[in-house]
């Protein structure tokens, strides 16, 4: 695969610093049940790369000696690691907000069955990807059954209370399919409410819109069929500067699966270091006694694609 990064190094992106810390983004590992298209981490059924349960543990200790109170888990498929169920519970008895980043079709494969249940007794905040409300959108970007799985475990998760309790909340990712930044996120949400309602009675909270990334495997089509420049201009083209206030890098911190730090996922995928400490790579553990407030962020041309627009972030846009 052709690789976007040493055109991502040399930048003219603002410098940007960091705020309080309220975030800890744990990726569990690559393994995945699908491969698709956008993703930045290319996982898939054959990778083998997984956080341990150490890494775990000092994950939690970090969130409790900062006082974290959000912990976002990602992956690959963050369910599929045998500790995920751990950290979970771990980390909701210190009354963490635990959000899982969760494709759909695993709470359907087999051996995943509970996963479900066990999500909305520890009231965790499932975050959903679902490209598009159309089928064949979904399909060209995820794979063919995609669709009808996510509607299925869409309806499990309504059954559940998911998207109707207060206490469990449920939020859809969309990825736009080609080279366009995403439309309005109120008004694709108005649309996918609407539509999802009227065709399979589903419900959910909101709807995140998220820019695709010039880096990993939607990078590596973007240079095979010479689209890099192109893409890199209309993210330029579209750079909103009041995005930089909230750029998700500022209160976040990302963590591998072998438990080594980045401002965010996306640096993660490119192996930039923090740049927060002068240190090369530094492991969670190195951070236990550090303040990392007012200290720098590792920025690349990448970064255009958080400000591009609306901007857009884990959390949707940023000017939501
Ligand atoms: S479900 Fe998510 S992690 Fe898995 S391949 Fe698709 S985008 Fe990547
Ligand atoms: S890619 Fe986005 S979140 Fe990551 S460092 Fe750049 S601006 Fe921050």
């Known amino acids: 695969?052709?690789?976007?990064?040493?055109?991502?190094?040399?930048?003219?992106?603002?410098?940007?610093?960091?705020?309080?810390?309220?975030?800890?983004?744990?990726?569990?590992?690559?393994?995945?049940?699908?491969?698709?298209?956008?993703?930045?981490?290319?996982?898939?059924?054959?990778?083998?790369?997984?956080?341990?349960?150490?890494?775990?543990?000092?994950?939690?200790?970090?969130?409790?000696?900062?006082?974290?109170?959000?912990?976002?888990?990602?992956?690959g498929a963050p369910e599929m690691n045998p500790h995920f169920r751990y950290l979970v519970t771990q980390a909701r008895a210190m009354d963490v907000e635990v959000i899982d980043r969760c494709n759909l079709l695993i709470l359907l494969e087999p051996g995943y069955e509970g996963l479900a249940a066990f999500l909305a007794e520890q009231g965790v905040t499932i975050t959903a990807s679902l490209p598009c409300y159309l089928e064949e959108n979904v399909e060209k970007q995820r794979g063919k059954g995609i669709y009808d799985g996510s509607i299925t475990a869409l309806n499990k998760l309504n059954a559940l209370g998911y998207g109707r309790r207060d206490d469990l909340q449920l939020n859809l990712v969309y990825n736009p399919v080609d080279l366009n930044l995403p439309p309005a996120q109120s008004?694709?949400?108005?649309?996918?409410?609407?539509?999802?309602?009227?065709?399979?009675?589903?419900?959910?909270?909101?709807?995140?819109?998220?820019?695709?990334?010039?880096?990993?495997?939607?990078?590596?089509m973007l240079l095979a069929k010479g689209l890099y420049n192109k893409y890199m201009d209309i993210l330029k083209d579209n750079y909103a500067e009041a995005n930089l206030a909230t750029v998700m890098c500022r209160t976040l911190l990302s963590v591998d699966y072998q438990g080594y730090v980045y401002d965010c996922d996306f640096n993660q995928m490119l192996k930039l270091p923090l740049i927060a400490t002068n240190r090369p790579k530094l492991h969670l553990k190195d951070l236990l006694d550090e303040n990392l407030e007012g200290r720098g962020i590792a920025v690349g041309e990448h970064c255009y694609g958080c400000t591009a627009g609306q901007g857009s972030s884990c959390g949707g846009a940023l000017d939501g």
């Open 1 to 75: 695969m052709l690789d976007t990064r040493p055109l991502l190094l040399n930048t003219d992106f603002p410098p940007l610093t960091r705020a309080a810390l309220q975030t800890l983004q744990v990726n569990l590992g690559y393994l995945c049940n699908l491969s698709c298209t956008h993703c930045h981490v290319n996982a898939g059924p054959k990778r083998r790369e997984l956080m341990d349960r150490d890494v775990a543990d000092l994950a939690l200790e970090f969130i409790h000696r900062k006082n974290i109170r959000i912990l976002d888990l990602t992956g």
């Open 187 to 220: 008004g694709l949400e108005a649309d996918y409410k609407r539509i999802l309602a009227e065709k399979f009675g589903i419900v959910f909270n909101q709807l995140f819109t998220i820019t695709n990334m010039p880096i990993s495997r939607f990078g590596g």
